[in-house]
């Protein structure tokens, strides 16, 4: 790992976020429930440790129970500035709005670049954007 991987406690939806994001981003869903962990503080098919990986964004992520905080994402998004074409970004970004919030449009701003911002349905604040609508 090369680089901050986030880790998002879920309440009871890492399963779905999980795949979500796979069919978004690509990549591997890896998944070990409570029951694989020994963990009999929740259902035992919740996600005690998933993650996203072989693809190009890498997330991990888990269920939570009882008092236990899950996520909460203010002040803070996840930014794929240049990360990929600006076709597979606009794919993305339309991926990620799917059952979500759109902030702002993907668009091209005053300084040239495209850019947008969404909330994904899982409360994942997303910043993506490009500098060429001719790159590839």
Known sequence: MTAPTPYLHLPGTA????????QVFGG??????FAEFGRANGSPEYIAHGYLRNGPVELFASDVVGDQPSLRCVGLMLSLLGTASPSTLRDWFAGLSAGGQVLEALMVRPWGAFDGQVVDRFGIHWLIGFEDESET
Do not use: K, Q, S
Request: hydrophobic share 45%; charged share 30%; aromatic share 14%.
């Open 15 to 22: 399963r779905d976020a999980l795949g979500f994001y796979a």
């Open 28 to 33: 591997e869903v890896e998944l070990h429930t």
